[in-house]
């Protein structure tokens, strides 16, 4: 990758980054909302789940073809045919996704009953029939969400990254407006009509912009692309089951706990905050690229890329992960444990399912971007595989774990299941392109853990001693999560410096090239 280039990559996914923060911090403001209001009882275990499997059903059928096969072959048209026709693509395209995901919503909808006592067979009756109800209500969210992601890859595709960084914001201050101002009056059925037009607001927002850039929809359901997208698809689909399978598995062995589905959901959405921000703005970024350089054949450059990548990404979600696991209970008991429906067994399920779930945190970062790799690429078998080995672990982890130890022996099946596939990918990768996983590499790693693992043991002990003598006033709630975050963050950087962590190298590098520049 020129340096010109990977200037410009960290330009745009610092700013990504920033914009995915506010929506994920107004997610994790709408979760608050919901904790606050519902707790963990029967309203906030209907609701999570039904809003969820919409989420899944997209993500099984068709977030593959848009993601993994629509970016790439649109790319490939943008580089080797042109806009326009690679705009007739897109219309074919989004065309043949409406009605495709209309269908879905209207058969969901039809058969929600069911649906919900498949995935939750664990609820009682109100709470199956409270989530069959709202299911029905949420199932068109399929339709907003397959047109919004479309439009994401036109613009990505295009290099406008900073609308489509901004539709959760969107989408969640429709949801938080709805929580201060009309949730006394309508309740929770009234939260599954504002979820709904928070997704719609995802698709407008985006209209302005992709108008700006000379774009024009024209109605068709015939183009030669579409024949080659849903060819790369086949393999690519089964693949992209694996997460909404994992999910959903999590969730059917969850619902046998009480608030043991609500718990994983609050639990997931503090996680997804932490690690999703930097892990998916960098893929975001990269994939377009990933998918130019397989274009062109180019081998080294994607090489360079990815390696380049993920030694940066490693370098930030290592301590991450070790911190989140350590401050998981009180993270969790200062955002959640202010609303009188939220006790502390509460915080107590919440908090063990994070602290396991933050164990995945690296397995979750390699794996989506070696994914994205190989998707540019158009080689969806190893994913594939990579996905087989996941499921096989997660359902192999919670049979065997989760009538013993409960929702933390499903968070940590939930991390394995993404470990384990991540493993696979890189050696996959290592095979492929050279310089993905060498001596320099590994090396480089093993002193991340050092830092890392030392870095935690003092966050454990600042928190500990803290928690012991502050109380349990919010400030005191406050400090003891800030403070060791705060010392986290500075020892695990004074350690990278005298271990030598090549990363540290290559920010002071690149730091001083843009003193220079400026």
């Not at 269908?103 to 069911?114: D, E, K, T």
């Amino acid at each position: 990758m020129h340096e010109e280039q990977k200037k410009k990559n960290i330009r745009t996914v610092g700013v990504m980054m920033v914009l995915t923060l506010l929506g994920k911090v107004l997610g994790l403001v709408r979760d608050m909302l919901m904790g606050h209001t519902f707790g963990t009882g029967m309203a906030a275990d209907a609701f999570l789940t039904a809003s969820r499997i919409p989420r899944n059903f997209f993500d099984a059928i068709f977030a593959s073809a848009i993601s993994a096969s629509f970016i790439p072959v649109f790319n490939e048209y943008l580089e080797k045919k042109g806009k326009d026709e690679a705009f007739r693509l897109s219309s074919a395209f989004i065309t043949l996704m409406t009605l495709l995901t209309a269908a879905l919503s209207a058969l969901g909808m039809l058969f929600a009953g069911p649906v919900t006592a498949l995935l939750a067979n664990g609820f009682d009756a109100p709470t199956a029939a409270l989530c069959a109800q709202l299911l029905r209500m949420l199932f068109p969210t399929v339709l907003f969400t397959g047109l919004a992601f479309s439009l994401v890859g036109i613009l990505q595709s295009l290099g406008e990254f900073n609308i489509p960084a901004l539709l959760s914001t969107a989408s969640n201050a429709v949801i938080i407006v709805y929580y201060l101002f009309f949730v006394d009056r309508f309740g929770v059925f009234g939260l599954a009509a504002a979820f709904l037009t928070g997704w719609a607001v995802q698709v407008l927002i985006q209209l302005p912009s992709l108008r700006r850039l000379g774009y024009r929809y024209r109605p068709s359901l015939r183009h030669e692309g579409l024949h080659k997208i849903f060819l790369l698809a086949g393999p690519v689909l089964v693949s992209t089951w694996i997460q909404p399978l994992n999910l959903t598995i999590a969730t059917r062995y969850a619902s046998h706990i009480e608030g043991g589905a609500s718990a994983l959901e609050f639990a997931n959405t503090i996680y997804t905050i932490v690690a999703g921000v930097f892990v998916l703005s960098v893929a975001n970024v990269i994939f377009p690229e990933l998918s130019r350089y397989a274009a062109h054949e180019d081998d080294a450059a994607m090489g360079e890329s990815i390696s380049g990548t993920l030694n940066a990404m490693l370098f930030l979600l290592t301590p991450m992960a070790a911190g989140l696991s350590v401050l998981a209970r009180p993270a969790v008991r200062l955002l959640y444990e202010w609303g009188s429906e939220w006790s502390a067994e509460s915080t107590d399920l919440t908090g063990g399912a994070l602290a396991f779930l933050s164990l995945g945190m690296l397995g979750y970062g390699v794996q989506i971007i070696l994914s994205r790799a190989f998707y540019a690429a158009q080689k969806g078998r190893v994913p594939l595989l990579a996905g087989a080995a996941s499921v096989l672990t997660n359902v192999v982890l919670c049979q065997l774990l989760a009538p013993r130890f409960g929702l933390r022996a499903l968070a940590a099946a939930s991390a394995a299941s993404l470990t384990v596939p991540a493993l696979v990918l890189l050696f996959a990768a290592a095979r492929r392109y050279r310089g993905v996983l060498n001596a320099a590499a590994l090396l480089d790693f093993a002193k991340m853990l050092v830092c890392a693992a030392l870095m935690g043991a003092a966050v454990w002990l600042a928190q500990g001693t803290l928690a012991a003598r502050l109380g349990d006033a919010l400030a005191a709630r406050v400090l003891a999560v800030a403070v060791p975050t705060v010392l986290g963050i500075v020892i695990y950087i004074i350690l990278s410096v005298l271990l030598r962590v090549s990363t540290v190298a290559q920010i002071k590098t690149l730091l001083r090239g843009r003193r220079k520049s400026t």
